[in-house]
């Protein structure tokens, strides 16, 4: 079975960095591009970033474009976002998702929760 | 950015009827290569989303065959001949064709 676990969410002053994990099992994770979405509280769903299956091409919206990295490792089977300069509107519920083609999202962690606040 | 639009927001329903929810795309959501890439994803109170529908109209493996989605170029609809308890929560329409949009969310609830 497709597995995907999220790591690393947590409580950070406005402006500090953060570093998701997202580990996969279950599947040939080296031939699917990889995404991040994320979900503010009580918000609906918002496209964060997406990453190639050999990493080649990275693609983020514009409101993390410069703040946010993604990056994966193909012979650990993960997925990572490193968030800096992180903002109040960042807060939210971050879920990592596989993606077997134009973000047709058909997988999806549990998420892992990242509170923004001084 | 494609702005998808959903409605209604909010769908009370009584048990064993139907339901539908519309989602409407501010521009064709044709894709270059004939696709459409429209997807309905479900979200149940405290739980991840799930993908429902791909490509419009293809039903994902494990997905209850009350579920059905259906449109074209612009305008698209999921339906639920007969809801179930477990149907509860948001509904999610999104788009794929060009940079990744979602609606809104429609939550669905027994009246």
């Known amino acids: 079975d497709v597995q995907l676990v999220e790591s690393g969410g947590d409580l950070v002053q406005p402006g500090g960095s953060l570093r998701l994990s997202c580990a996969a099992s279950?599947?040939?994770?080296?031939?699917?591009?990889m995404s991040w979405v994320r979900q503010a509280p009580g918000k609906g769903l918002e496209f964060v970033a997406n990453i190639k299956d050999d990493g080649s091409v990275k693609n983020y919206v514009g409101s993390v474009k410069g703040r946010f990295t993604i990056s994966r490792d193909n012979a650990r089977n993960s997925v990572s976002l490193q968030m800096d300069s992180l903002r109040a509107e960042d807060t939210a519920v971050y879920y990592c998702?596989?993606?077997?083609?134009?973000?047709?999202?058909?997988?999806w962690g549990p998420g892992t929760l990242v509170t923004v606040s001084s | 950015d494609v702005a998808m639009t959903q409605s209604p927001l909010s769908l009370p329903v009584t048990l064993g009827q139907p339901a539908s929810i519309s989602c409407r795309s501010s521009q064709s959501l044709v894709h270059s290569d004939g696709n459409t890439y429209l997807n309905w994803f479900q979200q149940r109170p405290g739980q991840s989303p799930r993908r429902l529908i791909y490509?419009?109209?293809n039903r994902d493996s494990g997905v209850p065959d009350r579920f059905s989605g259906s449109g074209s170029g612009t305008d698209f609809t999921l339906k639920i001949s007969r809801v179930e308890a477990e149907d509860v929560g948001i509904y999610y329409c999104?788009?794929?064709?060009?940079?990744?949009?979602f609606g809104q969310g429609t939550k669905v609830e027994i009246k």
């Open positions: 998702a596989r993606d077997p083609f134009f973000s047709s999202f058909d997988s």
């Open positions: 999104m788009q794929g064709s060009y940079w990744p949009t």
């Open positions: 490509k419009v109209s």
């Open positions: 279950g599947f040939a994770f080296s031939t699917y591009w």
